[in-house]
């Protein structure tokens, strides 16, 4: 009789200790979810090479030291000229939103310029501008 029931209080205690250990393990899983920030992304980088370049469409651009309309213009685009694209950047105005386009030498509005895979491409279209 001793035999049984000492296995019965060992089978018990495993059992508990089973339970114990699932509960601490839930409660530290749902104690780690609410110490979660928000996470952060930078700018966008070109992720694939399908806006590779960019055709300026406008007959002159100023392009910019930083995305938006309070960057200070470091250089200018005419009209047919085409540029790498280093990443893109939305801003958002209340209800607005504008793309910016990175360049190797300042940023562009998206609206002013045509986002293309290859520079073939590019020239092709700046052809027809002509």
């Not at 059992?15 to 749902?30: E, F, G, K, N, P």
């Not at 694209?85 to 209340?94: A, P, Q, T, Y």
């Amino acid at each position: 009789m001793k035999l049984n029931k000492i296995a019965l209080s060992t089978a018990a205690l495993a059992v508990t200790a089973c339970v114990l250990s699932a509960l601490c393990v839930s409660l530290i899983s749902c104690s780690a979810a609410g110490r979660l920030g928000s996470i952060k992304f930078p700018s966008t980088p070109v992720i694939s090479t399908e806006d590779s370049v960019v055709l300026v469409l406008d007959p002159y651009i100023s392009i910019r030291d930083q995305p938006g309309e309070n960057g200070i213009t470091v250089a200018h685009g005419r009209r047919g000229e085409i540029f790498d694209v280093v990443g893109k950047k939305v801003l958002i105005d209340g209800k607005e939103k504008t793309v910016w386009i990175h360049l190797k030498d300042g940023w562009v509005d998206e609206r002013s310029v045509s986002l293309f895979s290859g520079r073939d491409k590019a020239q092709k279209a700046a052809a027809a501008l002509e």
